[in-house]
């Protein structure tokens, strides 16, 4: 039987401003490039209209991603994973409530965190199971423990999506922020590429690795810079992602 | 009832966000939901919102006529121009 712990990942897609293809993307995972500092929104041309003008950018973002030829989705369960999600849009509804005392209903209809991946399945005519999570400091490892849960029931491959963007000015007070909208998804299958491991001696030992792993993004550049063997996904305990040899087998 | 008309497709276009449709594209006599324009159930409460804030009318979603006068554009204005108070 297959190791609960041991996964691969067949396939991935990625959005942000200006990254328009895979290339760049590796320029920027092996550190030759930042993510620029530009405004601009998916286009989603794969998305019928009606469905697409629900979406606001950080939506459009993981719409791109999702429905990227390289990613191929013919159904598999999503796993959509967003520290805020679509902040600006809870915001202006919030204001709307207190200035108007009338919402929106079809910003309030898009509100819920589950509200992305479901229009990508309404356009796709999918049943597909999605499940959604927010989580501030363990958003990589929930994702991936909720990933490899779907897959040990018995799903042959699982879509992990990550995305965030910039907060709206109100929060950027109060927490660190995203300094662009970005998105991308990995389809997760069985194998043995990556081992999830929990070792606690990593708690007493100083390591390069940044301690508040807060944004998704080192996961990507996990993925696709192959010179690291080890990514820390939880600064305050030992959660860590290695990269397995290919000729190790099991450990 | 000619501008009123255009007023109104103006209204359903920015309200619900269709991207790339003019006055032009929208048929006066078509349905507006499912097979005509393709709105849905939400877009209805949208458009309710928005002829109350625009026209001062209070729609009951429940009520039959309702239906009636949402079944399109030019049913939409008739109404409109006989019981708008703003």
């Known amino acids: 039987m297959a190791s609960l712990s041991e996964f691969s990942f067949r396939r991935w897609s990625a959005w942000a401003p200006a990254m328009d293809d895979a290339d760049k993307w590796q320029a920027w995972a092996r550190g030759e490039v930042s993510l620029p500092d530009h405004e601009e929104t ?4 794969m998305m019928p209209p009606l469905l ?6 950080l939506g459009r973002a993981a719409l791109e991603a999702l429905y990227a030829p390289t990613l191929g989705y013919a159904d598999p369960p999503i796993v959509f994973c967003s520290r805020h999600g679509e902040m600006s849009r809870s915001l202006a509804i919030q204001h ?7 919402v929106s209903p079809q910003e309030f209809s898009m509100a819920v965190h589950n509200a992305v991946p479901g229009l990508f399945l309404i356009a796709k005519q999918s ?13 990589l490892l929930s994702g991936i423990i909720e990933a490899l849960a779907q897959l040990a029931d018995g799903a042959p491959s699982v879509i992990l999506v990550f995305c965030d963007a910039p907060l709206p000015m109100l929060f950027r007070h109060f927490i660190d922020n995203e300094p662009v909208c970005f998105a991308f998804a990995l389809e997760m299958t069985a194998g043995k590429d990556y081992r999830l491991i929990y070792d606690d001696t990593a708690l007493s030992t100083e390591t390069a690795y940044p301690l508040e792993p807060a944004s998704s993004l080192p996961l990507l550049r996990f993925v696709l810079d192959e010179t690291q063997n080890a990514l820390p996904l939880d600064g305050a305990a030992g959660w860590q ?11 | ?6 007023e109104i497709k103006t209204l359903i276009i920015e309200t619900l966000n ?26 209805a409460l949208e458009l309710g919102v928005a002829l109350h804030k625009r026209y001062g009318l209070t729609l009951s979603a429940e009520a039959e006529e309702t239906r ?16 708008r108070n703003r």
């Open chain 1, 127 to 139: 049943r597909a199971p999605i499940i959604a999570l927010a989580s501030e400091n363990r958003l």
């Open chain 2, 18 to 43: 269709l991207e790339d449709v003019t006055v032009a594209d929208i048929d006066t006599d078509a349905p507006l939901f499912a097979e005509g324009l393709g709105l849905d159930s939400i877009d």
């Open chain 2, 68 to 83: 009636q006068h949402f079944a399109s554009v030019r049913h939409l204005a008739d109404y409109v121009a006989v019981h």
């Open chain 1, 241 to 251: 992602l290695l990269r397995l040899a290919p000729e190790s087998g099991h450990a």
């Open chain 1, 96 to 102: 709307a409530l207190a200035e108007e005392g009338k």
């Open chain 1, 52 to 57: 697409r003008r629900r979406a606001h950018p």
């Open chain 1, 42 to 45: 998916a286009a989603v041309r």
């Open chain 2, 1 to 6: 009832m000619l501008a009123l008309i255009d």
